[in-house]
């Protein structure tokens, strides 16, 4: 038996793209952060972030150094998360969203890590949660 207890990414300032990460989510910096590593509680996972000297950011969509990784989160309101990414420090790299409002646009947050930003069909918001449909 196991279970995942997170995801750790290599960057050259753990503190700040925790930072950003907390803002990002809405959940707080994990007890014990420190400049080495530093994450932020995503339900029973850690988000996590670790420092690596002479860190080398991926280059998306470079096949010279492509992502290794990338975060999907979903959002009820992409113009508006779009905004509040933005001012945090994320870049939009591509927009891949459809005239009906659905798909994602692609960001690298401050250390050039690739992350996403959905918004899928049929997906409801309750309580401010994300509910996905029922497999049918």
Do not use: N
């Not at 002479?54 to 989160?73: E, I, M, S, T």
């Amino acid at each position: 038996m196991l279970q995942l207890l997170g995801v750790v990414v290599d960057c050259p300032d753990p503190l700040a793209l925790a930072r950003f990460y907390a803002e990002v989510t809405g959940r707080p910096l994990m007890a014990g952060s420190d400049e080495d590593s530093a994450g932020i509680a995503v339900g029973t996972m850690g988000l996590t972030f670790q420092r690596v000297e002479h860190h080398r950011a991926p280059g998306w969509p470079d096949a010279v150094h492509p992502k290794q990784f990338h975060l999907d989160l979903e959002v009820d309101d992409l113009e508006a998360e779009q905004r509040r990414v933005v001012g945090l420090g994320a870049t939009l790299r591509h927009d891949a969203v459809g005239p009906d409002g659905h798909g994602w646009r692609v960001y690298t947050d401050p250390a050039g890590h690739p992350f996403c930003l959905c918004r899928h069909e049929g997906v409801a918001w309750v309580d401010g949660r994300a509910v996905w449909p029922a497999d049918g």
